[in-house]
């Protein structure tokens, strides 16, 4: 199992040098870059947009910035500044380097775990990740295992009551639940407990409140719980359905094998079939969807439930990365998405293992 581990870490450097290189490739054809956003403010606001980038040289700069000879340039909205103005922008912002040349050199600073810094913030992007992704994990982690506290036990009484009342409207509520985003619930939830119009129960906004430094360490565990309440039930009744169809599934096409039936015929009682026999090899389909249901929820699924209740996780984080075209964020996000999503599936093939010893992943290589 050891050489099969650090075979699949040592697959991981080609894979994430694929990603950032399609990344880093899409990027240089999209529009509307750094460069073109400076230049659209500077028309509209010359002195203030060339004070952000001059810093003290901005009498000089703003005077470079004045319509010129009208030279032709790659970049929209530029007819009529100086040229040395636009290579001042492209320096300021890494462009004056051939685009391979700052591809490595992108790739030789990740290595180092140094993304840069952030276009507009001013603050490096490795910063920026640590700030965020408390909010993310808090959503992701929580989120994921609700659901699974909830699925794994609903499908697998679903399984044991096949056709029967029960396994009927429990279906009912998890088509409805499968058929709403999460987003519906959040303004359903925000309207029933928030303050909307009914009850006011929980916080609107933010993972804890103002005062969260003066409080104990009792408080702070409760102030945080209390916040996490309604975001966290927004992506758990949206979520739960997958899952629980997936459990459900997988245990009746375990529980008609023979092995099952032999069980049975040996006078076992049917708890022991069920979590002696079936759910071992019934539990394997669904740990495989463990790494992927956690990435779905930390990384994407949360992004409306953190823009709905206030949350500054990674998911907002990087769409505001992508309309603001800060590319040193969306990259470095994406690399330690990347690196967190191939982490997740290695560690999803150890728990094979742990869960069944018979898989033997070094005989397969």
Do not use: C
């Amino acid at each position: 199992m050891l050489g099969y581990i650090l075979r699949r870490l040592l697959l991981m450097i080609p894979t994430l040098f694929g990603i950032l290189l399609i990344s880093f490739t899409i990027i240089q054809f999209v529009p509307g870059g750094p460069v073109e956003r400076m230049i659209a403010q500077l028309q509209g606001t010359s002195l203030e947009a060339t004070a952000r980038i001059g810093g003290g040289a901005s009498g000089d700069m703003a005077a470079q910035a004045q319509v010129s000879a009208g030279e032709q340039s790659l970049y929209r909205g530029s007819q009529g500044l100086d040229p040395e103005f636009i290579k001042e922008l492209e320096k300021q912002y890494g462009f004056d380097k051939p685009a391979p040349e700052r591809f490595f050199l992108m790739i030789k600073n990740y290595i180092t775990f140094d993304l840069g810094m952030s276009y507009y913030r001013d603050v490096s992007v490795i910063d920026l990740v640590l700030e965020k992704m408390p909010v993310s994990i808090s959503l992701g982690l929580w989120s994921t295992l609700i659901i699974y506290l909830i699925s794994i036990p609903l499908g697998i009484r679903k399984a044991v009551k096949d056709g029967q009342s029960f396994d009927v409207w429990t279906s009912g509520v998890i088509f409805v639940g499968y058929a709403i985003p999460s987003f519906l619930f959040a303004i359903l939830l925000i309207i029933l407990f928030a303050g909307g119009r009914y009850f006011d129960l929980f916080p609107l906004r933010g993972i804890v409140s103002d005062n969260w430094d003066e409080l104990s360490s009792f408080d702070k565990i409760k102030d945080y719980a209390w916040h996490m309440v309604l975001p966290t039930a927004a992506l758990v009744i949206s979520g739960f359905a997958s899952l629980t169809m997936l459990t459900k599934n997988s245990f009746l096409d375990e529980i008609n094998k023979h092995y099952v039936l032999t069980a049975r015929a040996k006078g076992l009682s049917e708890r022991t079939v069920l979590y002696g026999h079936v759910f071992r090899n019934a539990m394997l389909i669904v740990i495989a969807g463990f790494p992927s249901a956690f990435l779905s929820i930390f990384f994407t699924g949360s992004l409306l439930i953190e823009v709905i209740f206030s949350l500054d996780g990674l998911g907002l984080l990087g769409y505001e990365s992508i309309i603001n075209r800060d590319y040193p964020v969306v990259l470095g996000t994406l690399y330690i998405f990347a690196l967190i999503g191939l982490l997740a599936s290695l560690l999803r093939d150890v728990t094979y293992v742990l869960v069944d010893p018979r898989i033997d992943f070094e005989a397969r290589g």
